[in-house]
């Protein structure tokens, strides 16, 4: 299944569950949007629950705010380019959001304080996707957002989980940056469809998972990222390297945890990001913050979309050789 046809089909889960739940954004509704992830829902839903809006990346998510007090569910799209212009209002809009929702005081104090205005009667959930392309680097403006669950999926599986767990609580607000090289990206697993007796009750993909266990080195990365490193670590696997690569599904609420076990087992960590600053720089540095007495090497920052996945297996070998 291609990752694009799991978006697909997570969205026409939704709207077929939650009857009040609609598709808004940039050409989603007559062209199916820039990669086609919504085509045919137009004709299956209706125009009702599937709209075009003007390219506004700040309007579109406008619109989803006052579907959702309305208590619909709403998966918005947003152009890739749209969304790197407005990103930083995009963020804003957002925290605005789950402020007055309460989410922002549950997700820092975990409970709502006793004092706190009521909300509004239940709102409906966003769902914001956004085809992120090369060199966008949105994950840091997104990552930021308080409250908000941003997800990178480089799976079909994950992108699936994440859309669906998406709309299951009421208020919040979950990011999903797809990145444009994936869309077509094919897995045999299909044993996802249809998890759930509900589309509320689809778990959310893992917070991060093990792609391959390493000995040398292991490489951090998310989204397109996890097909470079893959590819790189079975080239320096043939010279007789063994590197680990652990795909970050999530790049919200970041738990260091687990990064600092891998990076206890092989004392080398290479984080792979789009560009060498942002988040990629600051997921290096938490790691630091995290490992420092575990790691033989100083953490390795790779813009894999700026120098190229030769650069990625370049690093790899000097972290390793280190």
């Given at each position: 299944m291609l990752q694009v046809e799991a978006i697909r089909a997570a969205i026409t889960r939704v709207l077929t569950e939650r009857r009040d739940a609609v598709v808004i954004g940039s050409d989603v509704a007559l062209h199916g949007g820039p990669y086609r992830a919504t085509g045919?829902?137009?004709?299956?839903?209706?125009?009702?629950?599937?709209?075009?809006?003007?390219?506004?990346?700040?309007?579109i998510f406008g619109f989803a705010r006052?579907?959702?007090?309305?208590?619909?569910?709403?998966?918005?799209e947003v152009a890739p380019e749209d969304a790197l212009r407005a990103a930083t209002s995009l963020a804003r809009d957002a925290e605005r959001w789950l402020g007055q929702q309460g989410t922002f005081v549950e997700a820092t104090y975990g409970r709502r304080p006793s004092d706190a205005p009521p909300a509004h009667a239940p709102p409906g959930a966003i769902v914001l996707r956004i085809p992120a392309f090369r060199g966008s680097d949105l994950e840091s403006t997104m990552a930021s957002i308080p409250g908000a669950t941003v997800f990178s999926p480089a799976r079909p599986?994950?992108?699936?989980?994440?859309?669906?767990?998406?709309?299951?609580?009421?208020?919040?607000?979950?990011?999903?940056?797809?990145?444009?090289?994936?869309?077509?990206?094919?897995?045999d697993d299909t044993s996802f469809l249809g998890a759930g007796d509900d589309v509320g009750e689809v778990a959310p993909p893992l917070a991060w998972r093990q792609v391959r266990p390493g000995r040398d080195g292991t490489v951090v990365t998310w989204g397109f990222g996890v097909i470079e490193a893959a590819q790189a670590a079975e080239v320096l696997a043939a010279e007789g390297y063994a590197i680990g690569v652990i795909d970050l599904v999530q790049l919200s609420s970041l738990s260091t945890?687990?990064?600092?076990?891998?990076?206890?087992?092989?004392?080398?960590?290479?984080?792979?990001?789009?560009?060498?600053?942002?988040?990629?720089?600051?997921?290096?540095?938490?790691?630091?913050?995290?490992?420092?007495?575990?790691?033989?090497?100083?953490?390795?920052?790779?813009?894999?979309?700026?120098?190229?996945?030769?650069?990625l297996v370049a690093a790899m070998r000097a972290a390793a050789d280190y």
């Amino acid at each position: 299944m291609l990752q694009v046809e799991a978006i697909r089909a997570a969205i026409t889960r939704v709207l077929t569950e939650r009857r009040d739940a609609v598709v808004i954004g940039s050409d989603v509704a007559l062209h199916g949007g820039p990669y086609r992830a919504t085509g045919g829902l137009l004709a299956e839903f209706g125009p009702d629950r599937v709209l075009d809006l003007p390219r506004n990346a700040s309007a579109i998510f406008g619109f989803a705010r006052g579907l959702a007090l309305a208590g619909r569910d709403v998966i918005c799209e947003v152009a890739p380019e749209d969304a790197l212009r407005a990103a930083t209002s995009l963020a804003r809009d957002a925290e605005r959001w789950l402020g007055q929702q309460g989410t922002f005081v549950e997700a820092t104090y975990g409970r709502r304080p006793s004092d706190a205005p009521p909300a509004h009667a239940p709102p409906g959930a966003i769902v914001l996707r956004i085809p992120a392309f090369r060199g966008s680097d949105l994950e840091s403006t997104m990552a930021s957002i308080p409250g908000a669950t941003v997800f990178s999926p480089a799976r079909p599986a994950d992108a699936y989980a994440a859309i669906c767990a998406g709309v299951a609580k009421p208020g919040t607000v979950t990011v999903v940056l797809e990145h444009e090289n994936l869309y077509r990206g094919h897995d045999d697993d299909t044993s996802f469809l249809g998890a759930g007796d509900d589309v509320g009750e689809v778990a959310p993909p893992l917070a991060w998972r093990q792609v391959r266990p390493g000995r040398d080195g292991t490489v951090v990365t998310w989204g397109f990222g996890v097909i470079e490193a893959a590819q790189a670590a079975e080239v320096l696997a043939a010279e007789g390297y063994a590197i680990g690569v652990i795909d970050l599904v999530q790049l919200s609420s970041l738990s260091t945890d687990a990064l600092k076990r891998a990076a206890e087992t092989t004392g080398r960590v290479v984080v792979a990001a789009s560009t060498g600053a942002g988040f990629g720089a600051e997921l290096a540095y938490a790691l630091t913050r995290a490992a420092f007495l575990s790691l033989e090497a100083p953490v390795v920052v790779v813009a894999t979309e700026r120098d190229g996945p030769g650069a990625l297996v370049a690093a790899m070998r000097a972290a390793a050789d280190y």
